[in-house]
């Protein structure tokens, strides 16, 4: 198994080891791990005391005894939330309802739990959170500052989403992606169209070109022109405007459904014309708007490939089933759910890396410190002794006080 850089956490000079503990994440046919085990040894360097559940990272490819000869202690998922000062998950509960309720009866009061929580779509489920008594930290609302770049695993998701939605496309679209030169004549390249250019967006279009496919991508927020062209794709160009496209954060905002009825017109020439589609689009917190119309994929090229990487919050194309593969007027539309999940080994090593660039931020002088005037701890925080604190999250409950 590949070694990666040292990560350095500054838990020196402690009395008593911070209790880490990493348990097996139990949201269905989730196989990535919060906590790879090259990391575990620069952890127990410092001072932390690691605890893993058996079976923890054995979907990704690590052992329990890789965890052991790094460093770590297997434990029970009862002793990890029993011990552990700070708990490190992929999907906390609200990322995991169903199955991970469970964990709620384990979690203590001023306990710490670091991990997704998919808080701006199920908001309502953070009051159980609450409950609990625990500081839980939401990985998906760090802020989008330089400083927090290396702690953002939406991005590193994202980038892997990218990446595999043109490999699905290649494995059922019934032409080759590159162009050959062959004894039997010329193959021309597949035509491929995406549709949201932020992270999945460009790897998606880098990850095309690779292939050899012709590419081109269109985005509301006209900045991500230059993005476009700097990976090899054409930039497409609608009339529309697009001023108040997007947030101060970087990400795309929700527009009005006139400007989705006029973006749908023009865009329904375009994706005639290309062999691949895939659709990106998403807003924090909302239903993904409907792109790609029916009509839209009726008049496709039969074999044509729709991957709509929105599938999860409703999906971009009205033809999308989430977690399903249909054949809709002879187009294969693909609506393909934790993408990030089905590359297990990479995608845990890309979040044990933002999780712990996280946690070493939390740390100061041996110690975990919850220090609220730190942007990223306090907009990352969603409950604390026993309430919701994010002012998004409370916003979006409803309960959050008028101004």
């Known amino acids: 198994m590949a070694a990666i850089e040292e990560v350095k956490v500054s838990m020196t000079e402690q009395v008593k080891p911070i209790v880490v503990g990493v348990p097996k994440e139990t949201f269905p046919g989730e196989r990535r791990v919060a906590l790879i085990a090259d990391i575990v040894p620069s952890m127990v360097k410092s001072g932390a005391e690691v605890l893993v559940e058996s079976g923890a990272g054995v979907a990704a490819g690590i052992t329990d005894e890789s965890y052991t000869r790094k460093g770590a202690k297997i ?54 959170l609450a409950k609990t008594g625990a500081t839980v930290f939401s990985l998906e609302l760090v802020p989008r500052i330089t400083r927090a770049q290396s702690m953002d695993v939406l991005s590193s998701m994202a980038t892997i989403a990218g990446y595999k939605a043109i490999i699905l496309a290649a494995d059922v679209l019934p032409r080759f992606f590159p162009m050959f030169m062959t004894a039997a004549g010329t193959i021309a390249p597949a035509r491929v169209f995406i549709v949201g250019v932020g992270v999945a967006g460009l790897q998606a279009i880098a990850t095309a070109k690779r292939l050899g496919a012709v590419v081109s991508a269109y985005d509301i927020r006209p900045a991500v022109k230059d993005q476009v062209k700097s990976v090899g794709a054409k930039f497409v160009e609608f009339e529309l405007q697009t001023g108040e496209a997007e947030d101060k954060g970087g990400y795309a905002k929700a527009m009005g459904e006139e400007f989705y009825r006029k973006q749908r017109e023009m865009m329904a020439k375009v994706v005639k014309e290309h062999d691949v589609v895939v659709t990106t689009a998403a807003v924090p917190g909302k239903k993904a708007p409907i792109l790609v119309t029916e009509d839209m994929v009726k008049g496709m090229n039969p074999g044509s490939v729709i991957v709509d990487l929105a599938a999860e919050r409703g999906g971009n194309c009205e033809s999308t089933r989430p977690g399903e593969t249909v054949h809709v007027h002879g187009v294969t539309v693909m609506g393909p759910l934790n993408l990030p999940s089905t590359v297990p080994y990479h995608a845990s090593q890309m979040f044990s890396k933002n999780l712990i660039a996280f946690f070493q931020n939390m740390v100061k002088n041996g110690a975990v410190d919850i220090n609220a005037d730190d942007e990223i701890i306090r907009d990352t925080m969603i409950t604390k002794g026993g309430e919701v604190v994010s002012p998004r999250v409370k916003e979006l409950m409803g309960t959050a006080p008028r101004s």
Request: glycine share 10%; charged share 20%.
């Open 75 to 128: 434990a029970t998922r009862d002793e990890i939330f029993a011990k552990s000062e700070v708990v490190f998950q992929v999907r906390t509960f609200g990322a995991n309802p169903a199955a991970g309720r469970a964990d709620l009866g384990a979690m203590r009061p001023g306990q710490i739990v670091i991990g997704m929580t998919d808080s701006l779509n199920d908001p309502a489920l953070s009051s159980d």
